[in-house]
């Protein structure tokens, strides 16, 4: 299993990211995806998570209403909207993957993820 994000880079406060997470999963659509960030010094903290049919989705407190995650089962493939981006959203962001029907919430319980994606917001 190989998860590959993309989509991070440099840019200002307010501005807006199209993440991407490309999963090399035969059964992607058995697979609820998450996305969390670590930012140096903290912990890795639950971002979004979509359950694998995509009509579930959490959002943290910190992102509700910026945040947008959605799945294309023909692509394989798991997008985070990321708008009107803040300087405390600076942290690299890694998408993981899990065979389960439901929405996922704790870094933990995930089998796979990939490598990150930096993302980092000047202000």
């Known amino acids: 299993v190989q998860l590959v994000e993309s989509g991070g880079g440099l840019v200002q406060a307010g501005d807006s990211l199209r993440l991407s997470c490309a999963a090399s999963?035969?059964?992607?659509?058995?697979?609820?995806m998450g996305w969390f960030r670590q930012a140096p010094g903290k912990e890795r903290e639950i971002v979004a998570a979509i359950s694998w049919s995509g009509s579930n989705a959490y959002y943290s407190d910190s992102v509700k209403g910026r945040f947008t995650i959605s799945r294309d089962s023909a692509k394989t493939t798991v997008y985070p909207q990321v708008n009107t981006l803040k300087p405390e959203d600076t942290a690299v962001y890694f998408c993981?993957?899990?065979?389960?029907?439901?929405?996922?919430?704790?870094?933990?319980?995930?089998?796979?993820w990939g490598q990150g994606t930096q993302v980092t917001v000047s202000a």
């Open positions: 999963l035969r059964t992607f659509s058995h697979y609820a």
């Open positions: 993981e993957a899990q065979d389960y029907p439901g929405v996922m919430v704790v870094a933990g319980e995930y089998d796979y």
